[in-house]
C-alpha cells in the first residue's frame, strides 16, 4: 500500500526568524499520523532546513535544480550542491517555473534526470491551465509532459520519481478540483506510467497540488490514486501544514 506524502512548497517566502518558528511549529506538532512529510525550501535556508530538521521525521528538499553538474552557470544550483546539504527532494517543473521560466517539458525531463543521477527524488509536477482544461485538453497536455519523463528515464527509476498534478486554474486562486477531478487526473497519470512500468505505476505516489486546505485535504486523500498533497499556502502556517497532514 501506497504511504501518504505531504511536502510543503514555500516557494519565494521565508527568513531565518520566520524559518525557525515554522519548523520548530512542526516538529513540535507531529504525531505518527502515518503519512511522511517534508518542506522544499528556498535555496538560502537549505542549510537552515538541515539543522533544524537533522534527526527529526521531517525530510527537506529544494524547488528547483540545474541540468548541470557544475561550471559556468551562475546562478545555478547543481543536484550536488543539494545533496551536500542533504536534501532528500526537489521539486522539477512547477507550474511556476514552466510559466515564468519558460521551462519546457524536455528541460523539467532533463532536470529529474540529473536529480535521479545524484540519488535526490524529483517531484515532477503536471498540470493544465484553465483554457486548457475549458477546451477539453487536459489529458493531452498532462500526458505529454509526463511523456517527455518518461521518454529519457530508466525503467528502474520510474519507480524513484514522484509525481505532483497541480491544475494551473487551482493555484493559489481558491479554487479546487473537486475531489472527483482530481482523481480523475490521478489516475490517468498512473494508467500512462503503466504503460512503460505497471509495477511501479502501482507504488509511485501522486500529489495532489493545488490549493489543498485543512478543510479540503481528507476529502481529497481519500480517492484512491491521491497519495498525498504538495501544499503552497498552507504549508507556510504550522497549524495549516499539521491539519492537512494529520488529515490522513
Known sequence: MRRKL??????????????TA???????????????????????????????????VVAWGAQDVSVHASGAYTGEVSAAMLQDFGATY???????????????SELVAQKAV????????????FGETLAQREAGQTEEVICAQLQAVLDVIADEDVSKLVLAYEPVWAIGTGKTA???????????????????????????????GGSMKPENAKELMAQPDIDGGLIGGAALKAVDFLGIIQAV
Request: glycine residues 10%.
Open 90 to 104: 526537489v521539486l522539477c517543473g512547477h507550474s511556476e517555473r514552466r510559466a515564468y521560466h519558460q521551462e519546457s
Open 6 to 19: 505531504v511536502i510543503g512548497n514555500w516557494k519565494m517566502n521565508g527568513s531565518r526568524a520566520a524559518n
Open 178 to 208: 473537486t475531489p472527483q477531478i482530481a482523481q480523475d487526473a490521478h489516475l490517468f497519470l498512473r494508467t500512462c506510467v503503466a504503460k512503460k512500468h505497471a509495477v511501479a505505476a502501482a507504488g509511485v505516489q501522486i500529489l495532489y
Open 114 to 125: 540529473a536529480a535521479l543521477a545524484a540519488g535526490l527524488t524529483p517531484v515532477v509536477c
Open 22 to 56: 515554522l519548523l520548530s511549529g512542526i516538529v513540535a506538532g507531529l504525531n505518527d499520523f502515518g503519512a511522511d512529510c517534508a518542506v522544499c525550501v528556498p535555496a538560502p535556508y537549505l542549510a537552515q532546513a538541515q539543522a533544524g530538521l537533522t534527526g527529526t
